[in-house]
Nanobody, 126 residues
Framework: QVQLVESGGGLVQAGGSLRLSCAAS????????MGWFRQAPRKEREFVGT????????FYADSVKGRFTISRDNAKTTVYLQMNSLKPEDTAVYYC???????????????????WGQGTQVTVSS
């Protein structure tokens, strides 16, 4: 079992920055892939990016590439999502998720992940 708790959401103006945190606890995390997703009202959950605990390898959706950065702190077992140059269309509830590094299916699919946090709201005003 893995527990995930997100924090750091809030209201920011377009062009601003926010850093989200995802504190993880439970099973040995080195074998897990950590993902960030977001969901806007009346839209499907959308892939943002991933990072592997072991190697720190990252992968991003095209919509956030160059603006968002995912990192992890092994000592704190925390994953971060640094969001820069925010746009109103980035407004959503952001979720972190954990799944096996060598699981089945694309890392961009929610079904790849077994554990989810409760989400944190990010609102970008124009």
């Amino acid at each position: 079992q893995v527990q995930l708790v997100e924090s750091g959401g809030g209201l920011v103006q377009a062009g601003g920055s926010l850093r989200l945190s995802c504190a993880a606890s439970g099973r040995t995390l080195s074998s897990y892939l950590m993902g960030w997703f977001r969901q806007a009202p009346r839209k499907e959950r959308e892939f943002v990016g991933t990072i592997t605990w072991s190697a720190g390898t990252t992968f991003y959706a095209d919509s956030v590439k160059g603006r968002f950065t995912i990192s992890r702190d092994n000592a704190k077992t925390t994953v971060y999502l640094q969001m820069n140059s925010l746009k109103p269309e980035d407004t959503a509830v952001y979720y972190c998720a954990a799944g096996p590094t060598y699981g089945l299916g694309p890392v961009s699919r929610p079904a790849r992940y077994d554990y989810w946090g409760q989400g944190t709201q990010v609102t970008v005003s124009s």
